[in-house]
């Protein structure tokens, strides 16, 4: 089959970030101190190669990039500075692009301004439709629950499910495609339905834990990301399962306001380190950033912060003060949930995990396909 070549890929990768690839004179350092780059895969000098060589296709249905978790120990041993640890992370926005079928995320990863100008469109977009519906079912502004609530929380939990179903949607046919460049479409290489089956529980493993990140030298970013991921899921249990107790009020219902306040702390404390860590490129992972980093920081950030004083406010009892605040959170909340999830930067949630699963496949299939092609070969030599 020919080697379909794109001699204009290096500049592409420049748009997500990997500014220094033709500097690699392939000395091989790289791997040979990155702790994940094992047989069959190894990486960052391979993608690296790949990358200067124009094979699209190739780097496309890798899933090297993802089993990379910037530590920085490339860049550092690097005697050229061609950054692999950078490039790597360039390549999982490219190839976040790649799975993407909208072409919003490639539009995004191209131009900050593009993303900026969807998420702050999408914001007032939010804000006009919910003062619209409030004010067309007469809703009382001075009201946050009760039958005549400006918002009720019953229709605000269809809301959130109607979104979750779409960004569900969205999110699983990029999960599909990404499926068909990595094993899918990959002819030489069997992979039984029961292998699926047999490693599907790397999948929460390494959703929730990240447990090989945690293998890194450095732990403070494994801890912060973990942190993270627990604070988001609880969030998210709160909002999709607990919405109506979470709104009522005056009082503080202990039961989940509790946990409500955890999952806060962990939101703003392991944001604002992240975000002093950007601008004081702290470790190898900040040192460069993407316009796609601070939008999706700064969108936490205001959702985390808006949240909190909605809260407040509904509690001491300025409902109108709360209301608007709250409309204002949906202003965060939606184009966070609604663009970053399925498009940008989130969207490795569900990728990584993911190449995770999907490599101990490839891994187990291609071992039995070398085992069965020596074992007719062994089989056929005479016994002495
Ligand atoms: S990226 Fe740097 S360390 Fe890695 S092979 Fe190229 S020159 Fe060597
Ligand atoms: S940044 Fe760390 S994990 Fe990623 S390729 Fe370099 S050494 Fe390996």
Request: proline share 5%; aromatic share 14%; net charge positive.
């Amino acid at each position: 089959m020919a080697i379909r070549v794109n001699p204009k890929l290096i500049d592409e990768l420049e748009v997500y970030g990997a500014e220094d690839v033709q500097n690699c004179y392939h000395c091989g350092n790289c791997s040979a101190v990155c702790p994940f780059s094992k047989e069959p895969y190894i990486f960052p000098r391979r993608p690296m190669r790949y990358l200067q060589m124009g094979l699209e296709d190739k780097l496309k249905g890798s899933l090297e990039p993802w089993l990379c978790y910037y530590c920085g120990q490339c860049s550092e041993e690097c005697p050229r500075g061609a950054e692999p640890g950078e490039t790597m992370m360039s390549l999982r926005r490219w190839l976040t692009s790649k799975y993407d079928f909208t072409g919003i995320s490639r539009a995004f990863y191209k131009s900050g301004k593009v993303e900026l100008f969807t998420v702050i469109g999408a914001a007032l977009l939010t804000a006009l439709g919910f003062v619209l519906w409030a004010v067309l079912r007469g809703g009382d502004i001075n009201s946050y629950d009760g039958p005549n609530a400006f918002l009720p929380a019953a229709s605000i939990h269809i809301f959130d499910w109607a979104l979750a179903g779409v960004l569900l949607a969205l999110l699983l046919t990029n999960c599909g495609r990404m499926w068909w460049f990595t094993l899918g479409r990959d002819k030489q290489l069997r992979t039984p339905f029961w292998l699926y089956l047999k490693k599907l529980y790397l999948l929460p493993l390494h959703f929730v834990t990240q447990k090989r990140f945690a293998t890194c030298e450095r732990k403070r970013p494994w801890a912060v990301h973990l942190a993270l991921v627990v604070s988001y899921l609880i969030m998210l249990v709160l909002i999709m399962f607990f919405l109506d107790l979470m709104w009522s009020g005056p009082e503080i219902d202990w039961r989940v306001h509790v946990f409500g306040y955890i999952a806060t702390v962990g939101l703003l404390g392991t944001t604002i380190f992240a975000l002093r860590a950007r601008l004081k490129k702290a470790e190898p992972l900040y040192a460069h950033s993407h316009e796609t980093d601070w939008i999706f920081l700064i969108l936490l950030i205001f959702a985390a912060f808006t949240g909190i004083l909605q809260h407040i406010l509904h509690r001491v009892g300025f409902d109108a003060a709360a209301n608007v605040t709250y409309i204002v959170h949906l202003m965060g909340v939606v184009p966070m949930l609604g663009l970053e999830v399925p498009f940008s930067k989130w969207s490795h949630l569900a990728y990584r995990p993911l190449a995770m699963y999907f490599s101990a496949i490839r891994a187990e299939a291609k071992e039995r396909a070398e085992k069965e092609a020596v074992e007719p070969t062994l089989a056929a030599q005479p016994v002495a």
